[in-house]
C-alpha cells in the first residue's frame, strides 16, 4: 500500500464546478503540499501545511493532522486549471526535508 | 529573476553512454534534490544535498552520481548501470534549515530523457 494516496485519479469537470481531490496518508507527517504540474512537466508549489486551513484565490488547501488526510479544492473551476495535482508529505521518519508524493490526479476541465 | 534551470528540456542516449543532466538555481537554497517520475508512478528520490559538498542518497540512488560543488549547481549523471533511465527528471531546491524541519520546494522545468 503507497504511503500517499490519492483520490480520484483522474477527473473531468465542466467550467465553473467546485473540484475536490483527496489525498490520505499513513505516516507521521511534519507537512503537507500541494503541488500542480502543467502538460509541459514544471511542478509549481501551491500549498505547504501542517493544520488547518490555507487559501489563495480560488485554491483552498485543508489538513485533518487526526484523520491524516487532506483535500485541495477548487471553486469556479476553470480550463486553465486542467493540470496533475500532487499531493506530498514531509515524513517524520526522514530528516532531511524529504517528501513522499501520491501519484497526482489528472484534473481535466471542460469549457 | 530567481529560479531553478534544468538544461537541455529533452535528451536522447544510446544505450550504454553516460549522460548528465544540469540543475541550477539563484534562489540561494542550501538544498537540492533530484527526483524521478515515471508515467503512473509518484516523484521518487533519486539524491539530494543539504548542504555544499555533501549528498546523501535517496530511494533509486543506484546507477545515478551526483556531485555539489557549488551552493547553486547540483548536476545528475545517469549512468550505463542505471537498467531503465527513460523517465523524466525533475530538480528542486529549498531553503534547508534545521534537521527535520520541512521547507517549501522549488522544482525546475525537468529534463525528460529518452534512450534509444
Known amino acids: 500500500k503507497n504511503e500517499v494516496e490519492q483520490s480520484p485519479q483522474n477527473l473531468t469537470a465542466q467550467e465553473g464546478e467546485f473540484i475536490t481531490i483527496n489525498c490520505s496518508y499513513s505516516v507521521g507527517i511534519s507537512a503537507l503540499h500541494w503541488l500542480q504540474q502543467h502538460p509541459g512537466g514544471g511542478i509549481v508549489s501551491l500549498f505547504m501545511l501542517s493544520s488547518g486551513k490555507k487559501k489563495h484565490g480560488r485554491l483552498i488547501a485543508t489538513i485533518n493532522i487526526q484523520e491524516k488526510h487532506s483535500s485541495l479544492h477548487i471553486t469556479a473551476s476553470h480550463p486553465r486549471d486542467s493540470a496533475v495535482y500532487i499531493c506530498?508529505?514531509?515524513?517524520?521518519?526522514?530528516?532531511?526535508?524529504?517528501?513522499?508524493f501520491g501519484k497526482g490526479t489528472k484534473l481535466s476541465v471542460k469549457p | 529573476d530567481g529560479g531553478i534551470t534544468q538544461s537541455p528540456k529533452y535528451l536522447f542516449r544510446k544505450e550504454g553512454q553516460n549522460v548528465t543532466l544540469s540543475c541550477e538555481q539563484n534562489l540561494n537554497h542550501d538544498a537540492m534534490y533530484w527526483y524521478r517520475q515515471d508515467p503512473g508512478q509518484g516523484l521518487r528520490l533519486i539524491y539530494y544535498?543539504?548542504?555544499?559538498?555533501?549528498?546523501q542518497k535517496g530511494d533509486i540512488a543506484e546507477g545515478y552520481s551526483v556531485s555539489r560543488e557549488k551552493k547553486e549547481s547540483f548536476p545528475l549523471t545517469v549512468t550505463s548501470a542505471q537498467k531503465n533511465p527513460t523517465a523524466f527528471y525533475l530538480c528542486a531546491s529549498s531553503s534547508g534549515g534545521q534537521r527535520g524541519s520541512y521547507n517549501e520546494q522549488f522544482f525546475g522545468p525537468g529534463t525528460r530523457l529518452t534512450v534509444l
Open positions: 544535498s543539504q548542504i555544499v559538498n555533501d549528498f
Open positions: 506530498a508529505v514531509g515524513a517524520h521518519r526522514g530528516s532531511q526535508g524529504n517528501l513522499i
